[in-house]
């Protein structure tokens, strides 16, 4: 059974950092493509980065690149997101997700519950 509980939302203040992690079971991470999006309110889910098997990449939303990171520890079966610089706008619940396909895509079939992170003064 495929299941992603991720971990690490928090309150911080702009200009802040915070790592998610992202803890996968049911399935072997190496093999397969992992991807983090967020939905703030009002607003509708976007991807914000994603870490593709087939070739070792990683990709990320243009509001984030230069500030966010994602890495995976295979052997912990988790993938993190480093993100730094944190400004008001990334405010949201944010969620990993997979297709169990080798390369990234927006049409992910397993979720996680989420975790919030919220950037204030």
């Known amino acids: 059974q495929v299941q992603l509980v991720e971990s690490g939302g928090n309150l911080v203040q702009p200009g802040g950092s915070l790592r998610l992690s992202c803890a996968a079971s049911?399935?072997?991470?190496?093999?397969?493509?992992i991807g983090w999006f967020r939905q703030a309110p009002g607003k509708e889910r976007e991807g914000v980065s994603c870490?593709?098997?087939?070739?070792?990449?990683?990709y990320y939303a243009d509001s984030v690149k230069g500030r966010f990171t994602i890495s995976r520890d295979n052997t912990k079966n988790t993938v993190y997101l480093q993100m730094n610089s944190l400004k008001p706008e990334d405010t949201a619940v944010y969620y990993c997700?997979?297709?169990?396909?080798?390369?990234?895509?927006?049409?992910?079939?397993?979720w996680g519950k989420g975790t919030l992170v919220t950037v204030s003064s």
């Open positions: 870490f593709s098997s087939s070739a070792g990449s990683t």
């Open positions: 049911g399935f072997t991470l190496h093999y397969y493509a």
């Open positions: 997700a997979t297709a169990l396909l080798a390369y990234c895509t927006q049409h992910m079939d397993y």
